[in-house]
C-alpha cells in the first residue's frame, strides 16, 4: 500500500525519513526486549539455581540414605547379631554379646556416615544401645513398629518429630533379616545434624529456604532447626503439574521449585522471595531505559548527519555522468536521473555481453579432464575446440597431481557446496605459480584431488625446474591458504596430448611414495626408487615393539619404532605397504592388550586405523604413535594392573583377617589368584607396605593378645591354634610382636577385674542394668 505524501517525497527526504526510523525503532525495540529479557533470565537463573541446588541435595542424600540401608542390611545379616538376639541378652551370654557389639562397632567404623545403633530383643523386652542420646525402651521401639506396619520383613524410616531434642532419624529393620520384627529389631539413630551439615553448605541466597519433605509434607530436613517437623499447607496440590510454581507462605510470596527423591518418597523444596526477583528486575529495567534513551538521541543526530552523507555519492556520480552544464535529464528526483542514466548504459552494452563466454573455462577443464582419462585424443581435439580456443597448444608437457593428504578430513571440514569454490581457488593458485615459466591449466578431478598441465618453452630442462620450485612453494603455501595440507607428485616430461593420460598415471602412482618423499619438495620419478621393505625383518620388529609395550619398557619400544621407520626410510617403501604394516601392528597390539582389558581404541580416544592415515609424513607418523598411542597403552595397561592388584591383595587381607587361625600359605593364594608366588609378594608388599610373613604374624599376634587378655584358653591351646609346634617358638614370636611374654601379658589382664571394657560403648540392658 503506497502513501500517497510519501510518494511525493523526493529520495533526499525519504532518506532523511527512513534514516531517522531506522535509528531509534530499533533502539527502542531493543531497550524494551532487553528489560524483558533480562527479567525474564532473572527467573530462569533463579530456576536454574534452584535445580542445580536440588539436583545436588537429592544426590547426596541419597547417598546418605543407600549408605544407612546398607549398614542396616550387613548389621541385620551378620551371623554375630543373629545369635545374639536367638540367645537373649544377659550376663550368661557374654560371648554373642561381646560378638556384637564389636559386629556393630566394626560396621560404624567403616562407614562413611556417622549412626549409632540400638538392638531390641523382642522376646526378652531389653534394648542394646550404643547411643548416649537415645534410652528408649523396647515398648516405645514395638510401638513405632506397630503403627508403621512394615510388610513382612520390610525396613521403614521414622523421621523426627516437632519439638523433639535432639531430632534424630531412625531406621528399622528385623534381626534375623528373614523374620518379620519378631525376634528382634536393629534401629540405626542418625542424628538430624549429621544430615543438615550437607545443606547448610550449598550456597543459596539470603532470604531462600531449603527444605526436605517426607510423603506427608512434613519438614523432614531444613537448615533452619526449628522448621524440622513441621507440615507445609497445600504443596502437594501446588506442585503436581509443575515442578516450579509460586508459592506463599506466612504472608510472603516465594518462587517454589519442587524435585521428587530418586530412591525414596520424599522431596526436596526450595524457596525464594519474589521481592529478592523483582527488585532485580527493576534495576535491569531502568539501567535499560536510560541507556536506550542516551542510544536513541545519538542515533537521532546521527541519522540527520548520516543521510546527507549518504545522498553525497549520487550527487557525486550525477556531475560525472553529466560534466557538461545543462546536460541533465529533466528529472527533480537524482534517483530517478541516476536510474535513466544506467539505463541506457544497459541498452549499449547489451551487444557486448553476448559477446561474452561464460563457459569456455568450464569447456576447457571437461576437455582436459578427458585428456587426462584418456577418453579422448588429439584427432578429436579440433572438432571439440571449433569456435573457442583451447588454452594449451600441442608440444611437450609435465603433469601435476595435488591430493589432500587426509582426503576424510577434507570431505568433513569442507561442505560439499564448498568444494566446488575451494577447488577453483587451489587450481588458481597452482596456474598462478607456474606464470611466466609455462602455460598452465589445472583441473578438479575428485573432492581434495587437482591435476595440473603445463605446456614446457623451448628451453625445457631449465623450464621443467623452475616448474618443479614453483609447485614446491605452492605446495609450502598451501596450509596457510586453505587450512590444509597435499602431497605433490610431477611427471616425466611428455610429447602430445595423447600421452597425457600416461602422465597423469604415472603422477597417482608416485603419490603412493608421499610418506617417504621430501616434505617439502614435489614427488618426482627421479627421487623415488621402486622398492618395497622387506617383510621378515618388520614384522620380527613389529612383535618387538608390542612385546616390549606389554613389558612395560616404551623406551625401547619407542627405538625399535625408530629403527622401523629409518629402515622404511631408507628402502623408499611406498606409503601403501608402510600403513600395511602399521595396520598389522596396531592389530596385534590390540590383540595383546584386550586380554589384559585394555582395548586400543578407547585408550587412543579415536581409530587407530584410521588415525594413522592422516599423517602426511614418517617423521609425523612417529611422533604421533610414540607420544600419542605409546604412553595412552602404557596409562591404560598400568591402571588396569593397580585395579587388579587391588583387589587381589583386598581378598587375601580379609581371608587372613578373618581365617588367621587356619593354615596360610603364600603358595595356595598365588595358585587362586593365577599368578606366581614372587609376583603375588611383591604385590602384597607394595599395597600393604609390609611382606605377607609379617601381615601373618602380626595378625595372629593380634589374635592371641584378644585371647589371652578375654578368654582362659592355656597358652598351649593358644598356640596350637595359631599353627605353632611348640609353645617356645610362641612364646619367642609374641615377645617379637608384642615385647612381653604371654603369661606375663595374661597376668597383667587378670589383676584388673574380670569383665572388661572391650569398647567406648557399654553394654547396657533396661531391667538388669548389667554392663
Not at 59 to 65: A, I
Not at 342 to 357: F, H, K, Q
Not at 597 to 611: F, I, K, S, T, Y
Not at 677 to 684: A, G, T
Request: hydrophobic share 40%; net charge neutral; proline share 5%.
Amino acid at each position: 500500500m503506497r502513501i500517497p505524501w510519501i510518494a511525493r517525497m523526493t529520495f533526499k527526504r525519504k532518506l532523511t525519513l527512513f534514516s531517522l526510523l531506522l535509528s531509534i525503532v530499533p533502539v527502542a525495540g531493543v531497550g524494551l526486549t532487553s528489560a524483558y529479557m533480562a527479567s525474564a533470565h532473572m527467573q530462569q537463573e533463579t530456576d536454574r539455581s534452584h535445580a542445580a541446588v536440588l539436583e545436588q541435595t537429592g544426590r547426596e542424600l541419597d547417598r546418605l540414605l543407600k549408605t544407612l540401608h546398607m549398614d542396616s542390611i550387613s548389621l541385620a545379616s551378620h551371623p554375630a547379631l543373629s545369635a545374639s538376639v536367638q540367645a537373649g541378652p544377659g550376663i550368661d551370654r557374654l560371648t554373642e554379646t561381646l560378638a556384637m557389639t564389636e559386629a556393630i562397632r566394626r560396621e560404624s567404623n567403616f562407614s562413611p556416615l556417622r549412626w549409632k545403633a540400638s538392638l531390641v530383643y523382642v522376646r526378652s523386652g531389653s534394648v542394646y544401645s550404643n547411643t548416649e542420646t537415645s534410652r528408649s525402651s523396647a515398648a516405645s521401639y514395638l510401638d513405632l513398629v506397630s503403627h508403621y506396619r512394615p510388610i513382612a520383613n520390610s525396613s521403614f524410616l521414622v523421621t523426627p518429630a516437632a519439638g523433639t531434642s535432639p531430632p534424630e532419624l531412625m531406621l528399622f529393620r528385623p534381626v534375623p533379616l528373614s523374620t518379620a520384627y519378631t525376634d528382634g529389631i536393629l534401629v540405626l539413630h542418625v542424628s538430624v545434624d549429621e544430615l543438615v551439615r550437607f545443606l547448610d553448605s550449598l550456597h543459596l541466597s539470603t532470604g531462600s529456604r531449603l527444605f526436605v519433605l517426607d510423603e506427608h509434607d512434613t519438614v523432614v530436613l531444613s537448615r533452619n532447626r526449628e522448621d524440622i517437623g513441621q507440615r507445609i499447607p497445600s504443596l502437594a496440590s501446588r506442585t503436581r503439574e509443575e515442578t516450579t510454581v509460586p508459592y506463599e507462605w506466612d504472608g510472603t510470596a516465594y518462587r517454589l521449585s519442587v524435585q521428587p527423591s530418586a530412591y525414596t518418597h520424599w522431596r526436596y523444596a526450595v524457596m525464594t522471595p519474589v521481592s529478592e526477583l523483582t527488585e532485580r528486575a527493576k534495576e535491569v529495567m531502568r539501567l535499560t531505559v536510560a541507556v536506550s534513551t542516551g542510544l536513541a538521541l545519538f542515533w537521532l543526530l546521527f541519522s540527520f548527519l548520516g543521510s546527507y552523507r549518504l545522498y553525497y555519492p549520487i550527487e557525486r556520480m550525477l556531475r560525472r555522468l553529466h560534466p557538461e552544464p545543462g546536460s541533465r535529464l529533466p528529472f527533480a528526483d537524482g534517483l530517478k536521473e541516476l536510474d535513466a542514466c544506467i539505463a541506457r548504459l544497459v541498452v549499449s552494452n547489451r551487444e557486448l555481453e553476448r559477446t561474452v563466454r561464460e563457459q569456455e573455462p568450464r569447456l576447457a577443464q571437461t576437455l582436459l579432464r578427458q585428456l587426462l582419462f584418456g577418453e579422448v585424443t588429439a584427432k578429436d581435439l579440433p572438432l571439440l575446440t571449433k569456435g573457442w580456443q583451447f588454452p594449451l597448444e600441442e608440444g611437450y608437457f609435465v603433469v601435476a597431481v595435488a591430493s589432500a593428504n587426509d582426503e576424510e578430513a577434507f570431505l568433513r571440514r569442507f561442505r560439499e557446496e564448498e568444494r566446488p569454490a575451494l577447488q577453483a581457488a587451489w587450481a588458481r593458485t597452482l596456474e598462478d605459480s607456474a606464470d611466466g615459466i609455462a602455460a598452465c591449466l589445472a583441473v578438479p578431478m575428485r573432492p581434495g584431488r587437482l591435476a595440473a598441465v603445463c605446456r614446457l618453452p623451448e628451453d625445457g630442462n631449465d623450464a621443467l625446474l623452475r616448474i618443479t620450485e614453483a609447485f614446491a612453494e605452492a605446495k609450502r603455501r598451501l596450509p596457510g591458504l586453505y587450512g590444509f595440507s597435499a602431497s605433490l607428485s610431477l611427471s616425466g616430461p611428455l610429447h602430445g596430448f595423447d600421452q597425457l593420460s600416461e602422465g597423469y598415471a604415472e603422477a597417482v602412482r608416485l603419490l603412493r611414495y608421499r610418506l617417504t618423499a621430501s616434505p617439502e619438495e614435489p614427488i618426482t620419478g627421479e627421487a623415488v626408487r621402486d622398492a618395497q621393505p622387506e617383510a621378515a625383518p618388520a614384522a620380527e620388529r613389529q612383535k618387538r615393539i608390542v612385546g616390549l609395550l606389554l613389558d612395560g619398557n616404551q623406551t625401547a619400544a619407542g627405538e625399535e619404532l625408530g629403527a622401523l621407520f629409518r629402515h622404511w626410510q631408507a628402502t623408499g617403501a611406498s606409503s601403501d605397504a608402510i600403513f600395511a604394516s602399521l595396520g598389522y601392528l596396531l592389530t596385534e597390539l590390540d590383540c595383546q592388550t584386550a586380554r589384559l582389558g585394555v582395548r586400543l581404541q578407547e585408550a587412543v580416544g579415536e581409530d587407530p586405523h584410521q588415525a594413522v592415515l592422516r599423517h602426511a609424513s614418517l617423521p609425523a607418523l612417529e611422533r604421533w604413535l610414540v607420544s600419542v598411542v605409546f604412553p595412552a597403552v602404557q596409562s591404560q595397561i598400568h591402571a588396569e594392573e593397580v585395579k587388579r592388584r587391588t583387589l587381589v591383595v583386598h581378598s587375601i587381607r580379609t581371608r587372613i583377617d578373618e581365617h588367621c587361625e587356619e593354615e596360610l600359605s603364600l603358595q595356595r593364594f598365588a595358585d587362586s589368584c593365577g599368578v606366581s608366588v614372587s609376583h603375588l609378594s611383591r604385590m602384597f608388599k607394595e599395597e600393604t607396605g609390609m611382606p605377607f610373613s609379617d601381615y601373618v604374624l602380626a595378625r595372629r599376634m593380634s589374635r592371641a593378645k584378644e585371647l589371652l587378655e578375654h578368654t582362659a584358653v592355656p597358652i598351649k591351646e593358644i598356640a596350637v591354634r595359631l599353627r605353632y609346634a611348640n609353645v617356645t617358638n610362641f612364646a619367642r614370636a609374641f615377645k617379637q610382636v608384642h615385647g612381653t611374654t604371654p603369661g606375663k601379658c595374661r597376668t597383667a589382664t587378670q589383676a584388673g577385674p574380670i569383665i572388661r571394657r572391650a569398647h567406648p560403648n557399654d553394654l547396657y540392658f533396661p531391667g538388669n542394668n548389667a554392663k
